[in-house]
């Protein structure tokens, strides 16, 4: 089952604020105390949910808060209006949501990248009982069930390479109309939007691909991993530039190769087009490109009053939003392809579909459709719209009201901030400073 | 008669370009931009009338025939420096051209933002009647104008500058009164006349953005010396009032499009006023082009509001400027092709005279917006 089963009709949102680790429920917070027990940086903070989204009887799809105010689909708190938003029972409607289900139900073997739930559920990694562990992870294949078990002490880097991945596409997207609000594959819409091989669709690959190798490569370095440490192949090697190297150079070679062997498990054997197995395989192995490709040398001086004298240098990766900025700019100029068949070799391969074009690369991304422009909800594509969304008046990209709004306009609110100002600083060491409101305007699209 | 077979090409196309609906004197940029010498009164009359231009400009260009081709060029110029100047921008100074089916004329130039009323029309506005100033002040300075020359006001004394050296005005200083009462008479008093008459906005906004343009070559004029004395040294100097270069009209004037346009109240008894409540007090400046709406994104096409997008427009990827991927190609993203441009490298001068290069060729990578 790729879905949960669809009977409520309920499906909870994360926020855009919290991690979408969940930490929502007690299992996830558990997580996070274990992992921070074990001398690793809490990522994990308990957040309340900010609201469920619901398919009311008209078929359309609201989001109803904790204080029980329905208001559109819209991802942030913000822009959810106080006031009710009546909805009448309309049986087309309601005919067309149970289409819809069956649809989903039926629809069980093309999950899209549903390991990505691990970092959602936020599961408990129990070491001593690694079968059981995997069995419950929610949204591995049985390749990865396998794999899992295998390397049950990789797991908790696996799970938090999730979490970072999916934060960082919310962070490369927070502007555009698509802002990474709906891979939660616990719920239907992270499969719907994933389903096509859109732009997005690579970039989310690629993204959580890197993402898991970062992490373990990270937790290599720190020495939290038993199967791993540092990169040690260049320590024997002499460089001759008045520098030796030394330290720490971070392993990445052994985190993509894990993550490659992990997340492309997820792809073989299941029943999906071939072709959606060939983006696929791609995507990852262009998030894992950037992160080998990026690699850089970072130095330290150890002379007398910091002079060089001596020197020593590592191999170090870049930090992940800098691999997350590079992935989008690779989403930017990725390249349209199609399947073609070439008769000698019985092999299918991918060409681009335009060939004035340049052909793509291992480390480009690569897409089979045209992406939707997002601005209308269509929960059947898993598209939420972007009604609601706040926008940037002033902007002149994406996020600027126009465009984000799909120019449907948008609503102005003032709000009122409690702020300190005047403040002063008194010897010594007081800061007195007077309380004073601040007004600020939002824009909500329509 | 070669000149009247010119003629009569002439004419046909000034016919083929004349506008549906409104009139659209930039039309005459499409014109040809040769004079006519042996010509009747009564087809000078005949081809102005051919034109698209207004009641007002037709009966200027029966009296000043010879100011027609200047007028064109001024038009032309103001085109292509806009053109220019909004070469990185999402809107770059196009707009889609209709062919109807059923006749065969073309909407006039940039037709449809000269009457939206929005940032762009404004620019255009400055431009095009600086565009004017620019090409008939030339054109008197050259001496192509008969009822115009150089301006006379510079003509003797001598003077002292600030180091207590001797200069004198001396040859030709450009003449831009004549070309500002020109262009006032050629664009303004229609505008007037038809703002009494329906006492719309848009006519003001016109004007005041005419005056825009023309005072920006005021504002620019400056003196331009030359020495006379014996290996050049400056015992002899003499000076000429010159206008600027037409391109660093541009500059100014896109400036202005950039950081001092303001959006004017879509109601007014007799002069402009500013949109924002607070500042309805302050006069507009000189320096200040006006609209009334505010202008659409350019980014998608839109046949009817003659919008071409930004499909296909090349882009620039390292760029954080308007011409960015980002930003150019509205978040759509952008494609990517390979290009082989071959330039001319290694030049070595070969005595005597010639220059020997070799062709290079590199690759580069051009993108362009999805």
């Known amino acids: ?446 | 008669m070669n000149d009247r077979r010119m003629l009569i090409a002439a004419t046909l196309f000034a016919l083929l370009v004349s506008p549906l609906h409104a009139y659209n004197w930039l039309t005459l940029a499409m014109a040809g931009a040769h004079s006519y010498p042996d010509i009747s009164q009564h087809e000078f009359d005949t081809i102005c009338q051919s034109f698209g231009l207004n009641p007002v400009q037709t009966t200027i260009c029966q009296q000043h025939p010879f100011a027609m081709p200047s007028v064109g060029k001024g038009a032309r110029d103001s085109v292509d420096e806009c053109r220019a100047q909004f070469r990185y921008e999402r809107w770059n100074c196009t707009e889609r051209f209709m062919i109807p089916s059923n006749t065969t004329k073309f909407a006039g130039l940039l037709d449809r933002t000269l009457n939206a009323g929005n940032r762009e029309t404004a620019f255009i506005s400055a431009i095009t009647s600086a565009g004017i100033v620019h090409a008939v002040t030339k054109g008197c300075s050259t001496g192509n104008l008969t009822e115009c020359g150089c301006d006379n006001r510079y003509t003797n004394g001598q003077m002292r500058g600030p180091n207590n050296e001797k200069w004198s005005w001396g040859g030709c200083s450009d003449n831009v009164d004549y070309g500002i009462k020109f262009a006032k008479q050629f664009l303004d008093r229609f505008e007037k006349d038809q703002f009494h008459a329906a006492k719309q906005v848009n006519h003001l906004m016109n004007l005041h953005n005419n005056m825009v343009g023309r005072e920006s070559i005021v504002k620019l004029m400056r003196r331009q010396c030359r020495c006379h004395g014996v290996s050049g040294s400056c015992e002899f100097k003499t000076c000429w009032q010159q206008m600027p270069k037409f391109n660093e009209i541009g500059e100014v004037l896109k400036q202005r499009y950039n950081h001092f346009a303001v959006q004017v109240a879509k109601r007014a008894k007799k002069r402009l006023r500013r949109k924002e409540r607070s500042e309805r007090k302050v006069p507009l400046r000189e320096n200040e082009i006006v609209f009334i709406n505010r202008s659409p994104n350019y980014c998608e096409r839109n046949d009817s509001l003659g919008i071409l997008g930004t499909q296909g427009r090349e882009c620039n990827q390292t760029s954080l400027q308007s011409d960015s991927c980002d930003l150019l190609c509205c978040g759509r993203g952008y494609n990517t092709r390979e290009e082989v441009r071959s330039f001319r490298c290694g030049c070595k001068f070969v005595w005597c005279c010639y220059v020997k290069c070799r062709t290079c060729e590199e690759t580069v990578q051009v993108h362009t917006c999805k």
């Open chain 1, 1 to 446: 089952m790729c879905f949960r089963p669809f009977t409520t009709g309920v499906i909870n949102l994360p926020t855009s604020r919290a991690p979408p680790g969940g930490c929502v429920d007690g299992t996830a917070r558990r997580a996070a105390e274990i992992y921070r027990q074990k001398g690793r940086p809490g990522v994990c903070r308990p957040f309340p949910p900010v609201g469920r989204a619901e398919f009311d009887h008209s078929g359309a799809f609201a989001i109803r808060r904790a204080d029980n105010a329905v208001c559109p689909p819209s991802y942030d708190r913000l822009s959810c209006p106080d006031r009710s938003v009546g909805v009448r029972p309309n049986l087309l409607a309601m005919l067309r949501l149970v289409l819809l289900a069956v649809l989903l139900l039926l629809c069980v073997q093309c999950r899209a990248i549903s390991w990505l739930a691990i970092g959602m559920s936020g599961a408990h990694i129990d070491h001593r009982r690694p079968l059981q562990t995997c069995q419950s992870l929610s949204g591995l294949t049985k390749r990865q069930v396998r794999f899992c078990r295998r390397n049950i002490e990789h797991m908790d880097s696996v799970v938090y390479g999730a979490v970072t991945a999916y934060q960082e596409c919310q962070h490369q997207f927070q502007k555009r109309r698509w802002n990474c609000t709906m891979i939660d594959p616990v719920s239907i819409f992270g499969d719907v939007v994933l389903k096509e091989g859109t732009r997005e669709a690579a970039f989310v690959h690629a993204i959580s691909s890197a993402g898991v190798a970062h992490r373990v490569t990270r937790d290599c370095s720190r020495g939290l991993l038993d199967k791993c440490g540092c990169d040690q192949s260049m320590v024997n090697r002499n460089p001759g530039n008045g520098f030796r190297w030394s330290g720490c150079s971070d392993n990445v070679h052994y985190g993509t190769a894990f993550s490659r062997t992990f997340v492309d498990a997820n792809e073989r054997g299941k029943m999906q087009s071939h072709e959606r197995m060939l983006m696929n395989l791609h995507n990852n192995r262009a998030g894992l490109q950037v992160l080998e490709k990026h690699i850089r040398t970072e130095c330290k001086c150890h002379g007398l009053s910091g002079s060089c004298e001596l020197k020593t240098c590592w191999r170090s990766m870049p930090s992940f939003r800098e691999v997350g900025a590079i992935i989008k700019d690779k989403f930017d100029g990725a390249t349209e392809v199609k399947l073609v068949k070439d008769s000698a070799e019985q092999r299918a391969r991918m060409v681009r579909v335009n060939p004035h074009f340049k052909r793509h690369t291992h480390t480009d991304l690569v897409y089979l459709v045209e992406s939707p422009d997002y601005c209308v909800a269509d929960p059947s594509r898993g598209v939420l719209g972007t009604s609601g969304r706040t926008c940037n008046e002033t902007s002149q990209g994406i996020d600027g009201c126009e465009l984000l709004c799909c120019h449907r306009g948008y609503i102005t609110k003032t709000q009122e901030t409690n702020d300190m100002c005047n403040c002063k600083f008194h010897y010594c060491c007081r800061v007195d400073c007077e309380p004073c409101v601040k007004r600020v305007d939002i824009h909500i699209c329509r």
